[in-house]
């Protein structure tokens, strides 16, 4: 299944029913409705789904946006806070994405589960890497220093997005929904890749499965912190499903694949057609642009 993210033109409507005409007429049956999804486009939303124009293959975390909110803002309530409250409103907020998606007849969210509060190193390797330091032992020392201090502030805030989950689970089971977990571009986000295992061991049998972000991840294959096909490879059988967009390097995503560095052909052995495969892209992308990038990938990954 193919769908398209209403990322990419949320903005420019006030009309939800006209916001998913648009995605329809690029040719998608299904859409995913982003975290940008204010409340003012529910209406047209549920109009367009009940009268069969376009079918909903995911909701994005948080959707709809809070009450007065206006913006995307997927790590508006982040499950890992420290405060109380945040989390709390962490678990409302994703329990009428939930509630939501039923409505409008979506088998999957996909979930950002918080971070580790510390440094934003993530933004100095990206510097450093623009100009041309990645193999410098400034990099390297800086690398090792927020891996180091990651690793040694993480765990209570693991602990708390676990709970967090906990709260949410049962909810999406009663309703027979999949949450997909996404992987980050930040290394300060959660999880980190080497702790994808033991988040799925901790939930086994829950239905807790897989999102893989192809920009994020070819983020992190710039920087020299994974290898992306083999990360892909790790988590293929938790695989729920794809956003897809391409990586201008080092760090320009949600850009329209065939621009950029990921190597979607090394991406197709773990690709299956019951996956959710979402278009993800910047609302910058022309729609000529976004019309070459779907054909891009679907001449490699197949049309199902």
């Not at 800086?142 to 676990?162: D, I, P, Q």
């Not at 912190?225 to 080092?250: C, K, M, Y």
Request: charged share 25%; net charge negative.
């Amino acid at each position: 299944m193919y769908a398209f993210s209403t990322c990419w033109n949320a903005h420019r409507h006030a009309d939800g029913r006209a916001m998913l005409r648009e995605i329809r007429e690029l040719g998608f049956d299904y859409a995913e409705l982003s975290h940008g999804t204010r409340i003012s486009l529910l209406p047209g939303i549920l109009e367009a789904v009940e009268a069969g124009e376009i079918k909903i293959s995911s909701l994005h975390n948080f959707c709809p946006l809070p009450m007065g909110v206006t913006f995307p803002a997927p790590n508006l309530f982040q499950f890992s806070a420290e405060a109380p409250r945040e989390r709390e409103l962490a678990v409302r907020y994703t329990l009428k994405t939930l509630e939501f998606a039923t409505r409008v007849g979506a088998p999957a969210v996909v979930l950002h589960l918080g971070s580790v509060d510390m440094k934003d190193y993530t933004s100095r390797l990206k510097r450093l890497v623009e100009s041309g330091e990645k193999d410098s032992p400034r990099y390297e020392k800086l690398c090792a220093e927020a891996t180091s201090r990651r690793e040694a502030k993480k765990e209570k805030f693991v602990e708390r997005t676990y709970e967090t989950l906990r709260r949410i689970l049962p909810e999406a089971q009663a309703r027979g929904l999949k949450l997909g977990v996404e992987n980050r571009e930040a290394l300060e986000e959660i999880p980190l890749e080497t702790d994808f295992p033991f988040l799925f061991r901790e939930f086994d049998g829950a239905p807790l499965g897989y999102w893989h972000d192809t920009g994020h991840a070819q983020i992190k294959e710039n920087l020299g912190l994974i290898h992306h096909a083999l990360h892909l490879e790790s988590l293929a059988d938790r695989l729920v499903g794809f956003h897809i967009h391409d990586t201008q390097f080092p760090a320009r995503d949600h850009c329209a694949p065939g621009t950029g560095t990921v190597n979607f052909a090394a991406l197709k052995p773990f690709v299956r057609p019951e996956h959710i495969k979402v278009f993800e892209f910047s609302p910058t992308v022309t729609r000529e642009d976004a019309l070459r990038g779907i054909a891009h990938v679907k001449a490699i990954w197949g049309e199902d």
